[in-house]
């Protein structure tokens, strides 16, 4: 949580940068999309995972802080369906684009989510920078391991949710699923939920907001713009190809207000806080 | 009052006593009778020369079941006035000779820790036991045993469990305490009451093999439902191993088997001597959310296989029967069919032969969660490092205060 000093100095740095370029990298929607993502990701993962270990010591004292296993049911459903409405929405968006609005270089090219060869280059080359044998790669607007993170809830989505509705509503699903399908679910579900806790709160949070080019946490999600040097930093390519296009300028957005910053920090910390704590819990009951 | 004038008091009223006394045996013939000996025993403030009281209730004993008795009858060996200032102890086998035979075969048989009146109360105020007043009144049973079957009681020093608090707080002992049930089993509507025997001892009614006749005195149905099934009848055959009543429902802590304490405590009571199948359930949604707590619906042991009579599963009434399934499943999931009982309520994932699809969709899950976080895990360890070492060789601040 950030001190009264800080939020003064920053409000100065903020006030000092004014003349600094802010770019656009998120739509007012994809933040409010990753919003209801994280919200209910925790939402799922804290009901969820008392069920999973329900035998440790912290699930029935938890169980029984929300009121019981029919409330901490009831709350795992009630994310579910949310989320999947805005997995709907997410497709919907999509479909749109691509097909309504005919718009290029969704599922291919440089600002695509799929991934392409330059990606496979990219790996190579981090890795080889890891080890101190080669420069740093410059990357795109999506990073192969920012790729990585939207497939992987892609997936997630489909293979959790499904399962999930598949226990839900056993006794339609099993019209058209073989009876040892009805214990495979279970285990899909709990198996991809707890790689998906894992992931999340150990591997997406150090990625993208605790590791020392983003530290403490990555703001743009949150306010949706970042500054012209973190830019050029962490997406050199992707600057790089505007610039020649000479359309960099289309991208510049407004320095975020202080309110904004202050109000993702509160949530953003509260949500690494709370992901932290229960990577915590599930690693003290997958090993006990 | 001080001590000199109460010792003079008690003089005086000796004094007055031994005057009316001898006055009454000039007078009367030589037999003596209660309200003669009450003429001392009468008076509160009579003691012994031992300074322990010596007082009878008049009023009370001629209420008592022996109130139409004489003093002497009981007290045989005192045949007038004065009496010897040592009398022998009474002994109530004289008149109670079963009672008494039955007590010295039990494990109260030690008469100095039991005399009769450690649970018949006050000798000279011995109530039938159909009378409120009485210590043995159905209602005040628990009571009288719990004096020494207590925390701290007597029976702690022969290495005996505390159950009093444990019967007080059960489905009995509410029964008793709170609703006033006559009918609510109290202790010794399960152990007798003379012929108390240890429950290793083969004849007492608490002895493994006795216990459902014992339980089933009162609960005659249930009884026979369990004698049906693989239990009872493994317990008819002499196999001890087999559960008995007390097994699950535990000896005096019972409780009402819908409450969700007991639902919770009671699964693993099975899984005791069915490992296996405790093992196997465990894995499954029933009893992962059956084991948060709090009121529980979720299928356990006995929803599905009955409590009581308990059937193999070829057992054509038995509700895990194959042909029986549906109505089993269906009484909590509406909708259940033919394909939805297929269901493995004991499906076992490490069991390759038995649960072939589960078993390799569990070992794809393990390895892609296996690969996935092992590559991302050394990915972000070796990034971290690396980052690091770049921020300190070229001294730059931390990137998220760039916006």
């Not at chain 1, 993962?45 to 049911?73: C, D, K, Y």
């Amino acid at each position: 949580m950030p001190e009264p000093e800080a939020n003064t100095s920053a409000s100065v740095s903020v006030s000092a940068g004014a003349g600094e370029k802010f770019y656009v990298r998120f739509t007012r929607a994809q933040r409010y999309m990753h919003a209801v993502l994280f919200t209910t990701f925790l939402g799922l993962a804290a009901t969820g995972l008392p069920m999973r270990f329900s035998e440790s010591f912290w699930a029935r004292r938890f169980a029984t802080g929300v009121g019981g296993f029919g409330s901490i049911l009831f709350l795992h459903k009630f994310f579910a369906v949310v989320l999947t409405i805005a997995f709907l929405i997410h497709l919907k968006d999509i479909f749109q684009r691509a097909f309504i609005n005919r718009e290029k270089g969704i599922f291919w090219g440089p600002t695509s989510m799929v991934a392409n060869w330059k990606d496979v280059k990219d790996i190579i080359g981090h890795m080889r920078w890891f080890l101190g044998l080669g420069p740093k790669p410059k990357f795109d607007r999506y990073a192969y391991w920012e790729k990585f993170d939207y497939w992987a809830v892609f997936w997630g989505m489909i293979v959790i949710g499904f399962s999930g509705y598949a226990m839900w509503f056993a006794p339609f699903f099993a019209h058209f699923l073989p009876g040892w399908a009805l214990n495979a679910v279970l285990v899909i579900h709990s198996e991809e939920a707890l790689l998906a806790v894992l992931f999340i709160f150990s591997i997406h949070f150090v990625n993208t907001h605790l590791r020392p080019d983003s530290f403490p946490m990555d703001m743009v999600i949150f306010t949706g713009v970042e500054s012209e040097e973190e830019f050029k930093e962490k997406r050199a390519q992707e600057y790089q190809r505007n610039l020649g296009k000479g359309e960099l300028e289309k991208k510049v957005g407004i320095a975020p207000p202080l309110w904004l910053l202050n109000f993702s920090k509160v949530v953003g910390f509260t949500a690494i806080f709370i992901g932290l704590t229960l990577l915590v819990l599930t690693l003290t009951a997958y090993f006990s | 009052m001080n001590e000199a004038a109460r010792k003079n008091a008690i003089l005086m009223i000796r004094s007055l006593a031994l005057v009316a006394g001898l006055a009454v045996l000039a007078l009367a013939p030589r037999n003596l009778r209660a309200q003669d000996c009450l003429t001392c025993h009468g008076d509160s403030s009579m003691t012994d020369s031992n300074g322990h009281s010596i007082f009878v209730d008049g009023k009370h004993f001629g209420d008592s079941i022996h109130g139409s008795l004489q003093c002497s009858n009981c007290h045989a060996d005192i045949k007038g006035y004065p009496h010897p200032d040592k009398v022998a102890p009474v002994d109530c086998k004289t008149c109670h000779a079963d009672q008494a035979t039955q007590l010295s075969g039990s494990v109260h048989a030690d008469s100095k820790e039991h005399p009769c009146t450690s649970c018949h109360g006050n000798a000279h105020e011995i109530f039938p036991k159909t009378d409120a007043r009485s210590a043995v009144y159905p209602l005040n049973v628990p009571k009288t045993c719990g004096q020494c079957h207590n925390d701290n009681g007597m029976a702690g020093k022969h290495g005996l469990a505390s159950v009093y608090p444990n019967y007080i707080d059960s489905i009995h002992g509410f029964a008793l305490s709170k609703e006033g049930l006559l009918v609510a089993a109290n202790c010794q509507s399960c152990h007798g009451s003379h012929h108390i025997l240890s429950h290793t001892d083969p004849a007492s009614p608490t002895y493994k093999s006795n216990i459902p006749q014992t339980c089933g005195n009162c609960h005659a149905k249930i009884n026979d439902e369990y004698q049906a099934g693989v239990h009872g009848q493994a317990i008819a055959k002499g196999d001890l191993k087999a559960p008995v009543c007390s097994d699950c429902h535990t000896a005096h802590a019972i409780l009402q088997p819908t409450e969700s304490a007991f639902r919770m405590q009671s699964t693993p009571i099975c899984g005791n001597c069915h490992k296996d199948k405790f093992s196997t359930y465990r894995d499954t949604f029933h009893s992962q959310l059956g084991s948060l707590g709090g009121y529980v619906e979720t299928a356990r042991c006995w929803d599905c296989h009955g409590a009581h009579d308990v059937r193999p599963t070829s057992d054509p009434t038995s509700p895990v029967n194959p042909a029986n399934l549906i109505a089993t499943c269906g009484r909590c999931h509406a909708g259940a069919n033919a394909s939805f009982v297929k269901y493995q309520p004991h499906a076992n994932a490490r069991d390759r032969k038995l649960n072939p699809g589960l078993y390799f969709v569990r070992l794809f899950m393990n390895l892609l969660l296996a690969s996935v976080l092992t590559f991302f895990l050394l990915h972000t360890i070796l990034w971290l490092i690396r980052s690091r070492y770049q921020q300190v060789k070229t001294k730059s601040d931390n990137g998220g205060k760039h916006a």
